[in-house]
């Protein structure tokens, strides 16, 4: 396999938010395509709102960063774009609903956590959200389905419990998108029914400059499902100029 020489990103380090139930093995398939210097990954697991988590994060990020949101980590990044849009050299957005949960969202996604806990990670999971995590043709796919129970397993139902009230009280902010000049990818899967191609479209709008990509081979973990074009893609947009 091919590997990409290195790619110097010091002045703007990669910071890489991941989604629920997720942590840094998310990400590694797509780092270890990427190669660039400077990358920090962050699992969404110290507090309960968007907000709390975009200010955590600021507290402790350089003064310019170059910031990727898969899924939850895409809703925080667009908090932090809120909070402190200067900051963020440029931004990426994967598999990402933009806008704010219907407040009838709220008690399904708490009865959710409550079936978790009393059915184990696993097994909810595997009945509830493997289904829909990826396209069809990956169902069976045993290391990928490995890696995403293993990956919530390692997470833990307090962090599902938070990550969850971070999904029911998080904003649209679509709005400020229009005046964010820095280079943006969006990326999502054709066969997303989490993430859908229509809430892709809605931020492509917002974001007239932007680069909308879809995978068409891909669910919702396109950073699972497609590493190597994933990398790609994120690897032009590091490069990409100022425009």
């Known amino acids: 396999m091919k590997t990409e020489p290195l790619l110097e ?93 219907a407040p009838d969202n709220a008690e399904g996604r708490r009865a959710a956590v409550r079936e978790a806990a009393n059915q184990g990670m696993t097994r909810w999971l595997t009945d509830t959200l493997w289904p829909r995590y990826v396209a069809p043709h990956r169902l069976n796919d045993t290391l990928l389905y490995r890696t995403v129970v293993q990956m919530a397993e390692e997470s833990g139902l307090e962090t599902l419990a938070r990550q969850t009230e971070v999904a029911i009280s998080r904003e649209d902010h679509r709005q400020l998108l229009a005046s964010f000049a820095a280079p943006t990818l969006i990326l999502n899967g054709a066969h997303d029914v989490i993430c859908t191609p229509q809430h892709h479209l809605a931020i492509a709008k917002a974001v007239p400059h932007a680069r909308w990509i879809t995978l068409p081979e891909c669910g919702h973990f396109l950073p699972l499902e497609a590493p190597q074009q994933v990398a790609n893609f994120m690897r032009n947009w590091i490069q990409e100029s100022q425009s």
């Not at 309960?48 to 402790?60: F, I, K």
Request: charged share 15%.
């Open 9 to 101: 990103n010091h002045n703007a380090p990669l910071v890489l938010l991941s989604g629920t139930l997720c942590n840094d093995r998310l990400w590694q398939p797509v780092t270890e395509q990427l190669n660039v210097s400077h990358v920090r990954c962050y699992s969404l697991n110290n507090a309960d709102s968007a907000y709390a988590l975009a200010s955590e994060l600021l507290g402790v990020l350089p003064l310019r960063f170059c910031l990727a949101g898969f899924s939850l980590g895409g809703i925080v990044a667009l908090h932090m774009l809120a909070l402190a849009p200067e900051r963020i050299a440029k931004l990426a957005l994967l598999s990402v609903n933009p806008f704010r949960d």
